[in-house]
Nanobody
Framework: QVQLVESGGGLVQTGGSLRLSCAAS????????MGWFRQAPGKEREFVAG????????WYAGFVKGRFTISRDNAKNTVYLQMNSLKPEDTAVYYC?????????????WGQGTQVTVSS
């Protein structure tokens, strides 16, 4: 069982930055592929970024376009999402997810989400 707790969301102006954190419980954090997803009001949840067990590979949704960076610290059981050059369309609830499979198509575990609001 893995419990995920996100933090770091908030209100920021267009062009600003935020760093989201996701702290995981349990001693098997390094066994999981980690990812970030988001859900805007009235829209479906969508993939944002993923990172492999040892952080050797990272991948991003097209809309990120070099603005976001995912990272992880296995010693701290934490995954991060650094978000720069934020736009109003980035406003959403951001969720952390963990899965044993590489694709993150159906993550096993989800956090409760953290709200990110970008004002214009």
């Amino acid at each position: 069982q893995v419990q995920l707790v996100e933090s770091g969301g908030g209100l920021v102006q267009t062009g600003g930055s935020l760093r989201l954190s996701c702290a995981a419980s349990g001693r098997t954090f390094s066994s999981y592929v980690m990812g970030w997803f988001r859900q805007a009001p009235g829209k479906e949840r969508e993939f944002v970024a993923g990172i492999t067990l040892s952080a050797s590979s990272k991948w991003y949704a097209g809309f990120v376009k070099g603005r976001f960076t995912i990272s992880r610290d296995n010693a701290k059981n934490t995954v991060y999402l650094q978000m720069n050059s934020l736009k109003p369309e980035d406003t959403a609830v951001y969720y952390c997810a963990a899965d044993r499979s590489l694709g993150l198509s159906t993550p096993e575990y989800w956090g409760q989400g953290t709200q990110v609001t970008v004002s214009s």
